[in-house]
């Protein structure tokens, strides 16, 4: 009978780890969505512990914007993407051709994204860009 307890114990947490997983990405969904109706977005996706689903407490969640025409400078560029940020959504941006640059650098981020990332929006254009 304790075996049982036991195992149902783990089902629950597994289970509750998950719902807290789909919503911290939906929260980088909502957070996307809405820079996306300020700005045309080529792809969204989040990397890190929240898409491998090892977060904690205390995790950010890593969402990577690819959009064309961002602001080259970086305090305009994370103004422009920190105005809709929502609780532990972490922004950061590249342009399609920073991406790729920072691929072939092998940017850890950018390595997660493409190894284990969740794709929010564009997909197609995201692949093409991370291989």
Same mark, same amino acid.
């Given at each position: ?12 947490? #597994?289970? /509750? &780890?998950?719902?807290?997983?789909? =919503?911290?990405?939906?929260? @980088?969904?909502?957070y %996307?969505e809405?820079?996306?109706?300020r ?25 990577v ?8 400078? #970086?305090? /305009? &560029?994370?103004?422009?993407?920190? =105005?809709?940020?929502?609780? @532990?959504v972490?922004p %950061? ?6 991406l ?13 994204l ?13 692949r093409?860009?991370?291989?």
């Amino acid at each position: 009978m304790g075996g049982r307890r036991l195992g149902r114990t783990v089902i629950r947490a #597994v289970a /509750e &780890r998950h719902a807290e997983q789909e =919503r911290l990405i939906g929260e @980088a969904r909502t957070y %996307v969505e809405r820079l996306a109706r300020r700005m045309p977005v080529v792809a969204a996706g989040v990397a890190g512990s929240v898409a491998r689903g090892d977060f904690n407490l205390w995790s950010d969640v890593d969402v990577v914007v690819v959009a064309e025409n961002l602001p080259q400078r #970086v305090p /305009e &560029r994370l103004e422009l993407l920190w =105005r809709d940020k929502l609780g @532990a959504v972490q922004p %950061v941006g590249f342009t399609p051709d920073e991406l790729r640059t920072e691929r072939a650098r092998r940017n850890p981020l950018v390595r997660e994204l493409a190894a284990r990332g969740v794709i929010l929006l564009g997909e197609p254009r995201l692949r093409e860009l991370l291989t």
